[in-house]
Structure formats: C-alpha cells, structure tokens
C-alpha cells in the first residue's frame, strides 16, 4: 500500500516533497491523539477533583454542626496532590463560620494533620502554596506557627506580608497589633481593605491605644494614612483623637482625614478658621461636618461660604444648609431670597431641588 513512498524513479524534489507531506500527515494524527488525551485526562481528573471537594465539602458541614461529629466522623484518604484543594475548602469552611462550629473545625483540622502539612508547605517555592499555608494556620489559630509567620510579615513580596500579618492577628491578636499598626504607615502596599480586615479581627479594644499612638507620633503622611483606619477604634478614643488633631494641626492632608471623622459628639475645634483654610477641600469638608454636626449658630458660617471661589465649597454649603434640621422650608426659601450674590442664590436653588424643595 506504501510502496510508493519508496519508489526509486522519482526525482530527488518529489522524493523529498512525498515524505514531507507524510510527516505532516503523521505528526497532524499524532497532535490530534494527543489532545484528545489530554482532553480526558483533564475531564476526569476536574471530575474526581469535583467529587473529592463534595465529599470533604459534606465532612466539613458536619463537623461544624456537631462537636462529636467533629472529633468522631471518618476521615476518608487524601494523597499529596489533593492537599491544596482539601486546605483552600477547609479554609473556605472555616471562614464562613466562628464561634463554637469554628472550634470544631479547628479539632477537625489537627485530626488531618493540618498543622503539620501547612508547617511544610512554609518553605515551599510556590507562593501559592506559602499564602494558602498561612492562611491555613492564620485559621488553625496555630500558636507553634507564631515566629515563622512573624518573621513573614517584613517580607518585601505584598501578598505574603498582609496574609502573614492576618494570619498573626488570627493566632495572638494582643502581640499582634502592637508590631502591626506601626508598620501601616511603612507598609503602603498593603491592600487597605486587608489592612481593615485584620483592625476588624482584632477589635476595636486592642487596636484603640496602640492606634492612638501610631497616629499622635506620625508625620503629617502618615497621619494621614493611619486616619483613612481610625474609623474602627473606639468612639471616646476617635472623637479625643480628632479633636486634637483639628486643634493642633493646619496640614491640608490631617485636616481633611480628621475632618471626614468628626462624629458630632462635641464641638469642632475652631471652625471658624477651619471654613477660611487657604485649601480648598478642607473647607469643603468644613462645610460637610457643619451639615453633619451644625447648630443654629453654625448658620452665619454656613451663609458666608455660599460666597467662596471654589464652586465645590459652594455647592457643600448649600448641601449642608438645606440639611439642617432646625430649618423648615420657610425659612429656606426665606434664606435663599436675602442673597444678593446670584452664585449663592443659585448654588442654594440647586441645593434645594436636590431634597425636593422647589
């Protein structure tokens, strides 16, 4: 049937233009068995994949819903290459959870061994493997873990830093916060909701004093930074913390941070100077706290920014004016009729038709 490939009279080009067709004729079968294969090996190896987390899935689920599940229940065989898929659902599991079903999981996880897999996986090259690692112990609330992730949190790689210090809050939260929260205003690469999410871990209570201090000691940066958090600590602390800071400070970047926390709880420290500040956004601020917090006697501070230059402090004004609780449409109107300048008039207009006052 081949012989034609070997026939002798055919010149040299067609000789060598036949076996050339045929190579690529056996090299296209070749691919094309080949991908098949890889094909079905990838189907069912997504197929066993997808049998083995809804098996743990279901072990998982029961352990968190019963203590004597969790110390008693089956632990079916995992090989090492189903350990990373068996971490990130049981990670998946324990974060949904806390309380008692989270203890369980965590007698669940020493039952597997977890500890000692993840403990291994630290030195591993992947930095997939490391980050689901820490996590995993960040979890475990593992305490014998605490150096080694210590010493990962100053590692200059971003996503191993900020999981290493959640991971710390998780395993000894008091330790923690104390080496964290100054290393925030170093750190600018930390992601700022990650960076929130380990403030919320640690509670408002242990992150209040040491957050105090960061802050008071803080270049006007990164008093700036350490303000975009300050929302979490503890009311008295916050309204002491800005109310200080208003008063002592005229950077444009502290005021305008400080400025946004203002709760209303006392008394804006000076104002009036504040509604003048040769920066513009601060006094746009000025004139959102005074909507916030404005008393009748706030009124005539409020009147006279409606003149400013900046159209945004105008326009924060006469928000914060049609805001105020102690005015009714009357006497809205009533203001907005005594304006001579045609700006604030219309600014006010504006204002007006936004809260549904024609």
């Not at 110390?71 to 008692?100: C, M, T, Y």
Request: proline share 4%; with cysteine; glycine share 4%.
């Amino acid at each position: 049937m081949l012989e034609w490939l070997f026939r002798s009279d055919f010149d040299g080009v067609t000789t060598a233009a036949i076996w050339s067709i045929a190579a690529v004729f056996v090299t296209t079968i070749t691919l094309f068995v080949y991908t098949l294969g890889l094909r079905w090996v990838t189907i069912v190896g997504a197929r066993r994949r997808t049998q083995f987390v809804a098996h743990w899935r279901g072990v998982f689920a029961a352990a968190t819903l019963s203590e004597e599940d969790a110390s008693s229940i089956a632990l079916p065989h995992f090989g090492r290459k189903q350990r990373s898929d068996l971490l990130e659902e049981w990670n998946r599991a324990r974060a949904a959870v806390d309380g008692a079903a989270a203890e369980n999981l965590i007698f669940l996880g020493e039952r597997l061994a977890l500890p000692a897999i993840t403990t291994d996986m630290l030195g591993s090259r992947r930095l997939k493997s490391r980050i689901l690692a820490i996590q995993t112990l960040g979890n475990l609330r593992d305490l014998p873990s605490q150096p080694a992730i210590r010493e990962l949190v100053t590692h200059d790689n971003t996503a191993l830093s900020i999981t290493a210090a959640i991971a710390l809050v998780q395993i000894c939260p008091d330790q923690a916060v104390q080496l964290l929260i100054p290393m925030i205003e170093k750190r600018s690469d930390w992601p700022r909701n990650r960076v929130s999410i380990f403030l919320h871990i640690a509670g408002s209570e242990r992150i209040s004093e040491p957050m105090y201090r960061a802050i008071r000691s803080a270049d006007n940066q990164g008093k700036s930074l350490l303000l975009k958090f300050a929302c979490q600590v503890e009311t008295n602390v916050l309204d002491a913390l800005v109310e200080d800071l208003i008063r002592e400070s005229n950077d444009a970047g502290v005021l305008n941070a400080a400025l946004k926390l203002v709760s209303g709880h006392s008394d804006v420290p000076r104002i009036a100077a504040l509604i003048r500040h040769k920066t513009w956004f601060v006094r746009v601020q000025a004139a959102r706290v005074l909507g916030r917090v404005g008393q009748p006697e706030h009124l005539a501070l409020l009147e006279s920014m409606l003149h400013d230059d900046e159209w945004w402090v105008r326009y924060r004004a006469a928000q914060a004016i049609a805001s105020l609780p102690f005015l009714g449409p009357n006497k809205l109107r009533q203001l907005q009729n005594r304006q001579s300048d045609p700006f604030a008039a219309d600014i006010l207009q504006q204002a007006y038709a936004e809260v549904g006052l024609a």
